[in-house]
């Protein structure tokens, strides 16, 4: 089991930049492609970026494309959300998630039903 817990979520104005992590414990992620998801009110849950084990691959939703950038520390177990140049349309819950098919792939995937483990969620507001 993993137990995956954003954190770093809050208000920001448009323009801002904020930085969410993603800890995962229970056992590594360190050999797994992870990704982060959004859900915005009244709105389906949409892929924003993923990242292979090794961070060697990277892939972006168009919409957040050269103002967010997916990392990873292996160390701490860790996955982060750079945003920057914020949006009020990027105001969303922000999940991580893990998929434990890509094992020391270089696959990443867009599709939220492919990851296994969830965390809850963290709220990132824009205001305008």
């Known amino acids: 089991q993993v137990q995956l817990v954003e954190s770093g979520g809050g208000l920001v104005q448009a323009g801002g930049s904020m930085r969410l992590s993603c800890a995962a414990s229970?056992?590594?992620?360190?050999?797994?492609?992870m990704g982060w998801f959004r859900q915005a009110p009244g709105k389906e849950r949409e892929f924003v970026a993923a990242i292979s084990w090794s961070g060697g691959v990277t892939y972006y939703a168009d919409s957040v494309k050269g103002r967010f950038t997916i990392s990873r520390d292996n160390a701490k177990n860790t996955v982060y959300l750079q945003m920057n140049s914020l949006k009020p349309e990027d105001t969303a819950v922000y999940y991580c998630?893990?998929?434990?098919?890509?094992?020391?792939?270089?696959?990443?995937?867009?599709?939220?039903?492919?990851?296994?483990?969830w965390g809850q969620g963290t709220q990132v507001t824009v205001s305008s």
């Open positions: 998630a893990a998929d434990m098919r890509q094992h020391l792939t270089v696959v990443v995937t867009t599709e939220f039903w492919a990851y296994d483990y």
């Open positions: 229970g056992r590594t992620i360190s050999t797994y492609a």
